[in-house]
C-alpha cells in the first residue's frame, strides 16, 4: 500500500487547478450546446494501470479533459445544435514501469510504445431534436510523440491534441 504525502496531495491539487484555468473559454459558443459526461472512472484503462491516481485526481484530470471537449467542439458547431459526447474509456499517455524500482513506481514514462486512447459515443443533433449523426469513436495517435503539441506543459497536451484532431476531423475546421 502507497501513502501519499501532504506535498503530494498540495501537488495533485496545484496540477489541477492549474489545468482548469490553463483551458481558455472559447467566444460566442452558446452555454449548453455541447454536453460532456463519462462512464465511471474507476472503471477505465488509465485507472487500472495508475494505481496511484486518487478518485479525486482522476476526477480532476477528466473534468479538464471534458471542459476542453466542450469548448473546442462547441466553438466549431453551428449555433442551433447541440452535441452529446459520453466518454467511456481514457488511457492517457506513457505508462508505469514498475521494473525501475520503488522510487520510480507512480512515475509516468511517456514512450511511442503507451500513446493515449480515448473512447466516446457522440450525438449531434438539431435544435428541434432530430439525430444529425451519431457514432462511437476510438482515439488513437501511435504518432504523438512526432507532432508537435500546442499545449507545451500540460499534463494533458496528448490527450487535448487527440481530441482537437477528432473535433476537427469529425465537425470541421477550429476556429
Known amino acids: 500500500m502507497t ?5 503530494r496531495w498540495a501537488l495533485l491539487l496545484a496540477t489541477a487547478l492549474l489545468v482548469a484555468c490553463a483551458t481558455p473559454r472559447p467566444m460566442g459558443a452558446p452555454p449548453g450546446a455541447v454536453s460532456v459526461s463519462w462512464s465511471d472512472p474507476a472503471q477505465f484503462a488509465e485507472a ?4 496511484a491516481d486518487t478518485p479525486a485526481a482522476r476526477e480532476a484530470w ?10 473546442k467542439a462547441a466553438a466549431v458547431l453551428p449555433e442551433d445544435e447541440k452535441l452529446e459526447v459520453r466518454i467511456t474509456d481514457v488511457k492517457r499517455a506513457g505508462g508505469f514501469e514498475p521494473w525501475r524500482g520503488p522510487q520510480a513506481s507512480d512515475l509516468r514514462v511517456v514512450r511511442d510504445v503507451y500513446p493515449p486512447r480515448i473512447d466516446l459515443h457522440f450525438q449531434r443533433l438539431a435544435a428541434d431534436g432530430r439525430v444529425l449523426q451519431t457514432g462511437r469513436r ?4 501511435v504518432t504523438f510523440l512526432m507532432r508537435p503539441t500546442r499545449y507545451s506543459g500540460d ?5 487535448k491534441v487527440l481530441v482537437d484532431d477528432w473535433v476537427a476531423k469529425e465537425f470541421g475546421a477550429l476556429h
Open 3 to 7: 501513502t501519499t504525502t501532504p506535498s
Open 155 to 159: 499534463p494533458l497536451r496528448f490527450e
Open 62 to 71: 477528466l473534468s479538464a479533459l471534458a471542459r476542453h471537449l466542450a469548448e
Open 48 to 51: 487500472r494501470e495508475n494505481h
Open 138 to 141: 476510438q482515439l488513437r495517435d
